[in-house]
Structures are given as C-alpha cells and as structure tokens.
C-alpha cells in the first residue's frame, strides 16, 4: 500500500523559512514523478515544485528563487525548503507521487496516482 506522510508545516511570519518532507512507502520515489502542491481556502489546488526521475525540477512562478525541491532516494523522502515566506503561501500543502513524466507535465496534477494528507502552512504579515 502506498503512503505519503507529509510534516513540517506551521505558523510562521513573513520573511521565515520551513521546511517540508514527505516519506514515501510502498513506491519509489527514485523512479517517479513527485511534487508538492497547495491549495488555499477558496481556491483550487495548484502545483508548487516537481521533480522526476531524471531529477529535473520545475517550480511555479510564484515561488520560483524562494522554494527548492529535493529527495532523497535512500530515504524515499521528498522535501521542500521554502524561504522568504509569504502570506500568500498560506496553504495545505500536499505532495503526490505518480510515473514518470517529462519536466512540461510533472507540475500537472493528472499525473499523480498517490496523494498525502496534506500539512497547514499559515504565514502571518
């Protein structure tokens, strides 16, 4: 069975940094797609940061030079270090997992079989 676990989220202020994981279990994260989205009260769910197996990265423009994706694939973890945060960060943040796909997909949520719980982030101004 596969599970993703995310953790880290929180309350910060503007300008702070977290950083989220998200262990993965029954799938390989090494040979897959992995991404990270978010969805704000109101809105819909909108993708963050991906990364494949070829460990191309792909981030939205608003986080783009404030985010970074990662993983490690002794640890089956996927991670998210965001800095300079933003109120309008403020999100549940949820990653998924799925096949591998080319870097112009991996940011698309059709491509994603599994999914986490989510964690809250809330940043304060």
């Known amino acids: 069975q596969v599970q993703l676990v995310e953790s880290g989220g929180g309350s910060v202020q503007a300008g702070e940094s977290l950083r989220l994981s998200c262990a993965v279990s029954g799938y390989t994260s090494s040979a897959s797609s992995m991404g990270w989205f978010r969805q704000a009260p109101g809105n819909k769910r909108e993708g963050v940061a991906a990364i494949n197996s070829a460990a191309s990265t792909v981030y939205a423009d608003s986080v783009k030079g404030r985010f970074t994706i990662s993983k490690d694939n002794v640890k089956n973890t996927l991670y998210l270090q965001m800095n300079s945060l933003k109120p309008e960060d403020t999100a549940i943040y949820y990653c998924?997992?799925?096949?591998?796909?080319?870097?112009?997909?991996?940011?698309?949520?059709?491509?994603?079989?599994?999914w986490g719980q989510g964690t809250q982030v809330t940043v304060s101004s």
């Open positions: 998924a997992a799925g096949p591998n796909a080319a870097s112009w997909q991996i940011l698309r949520e059709y491509v994603y079989r599994h």
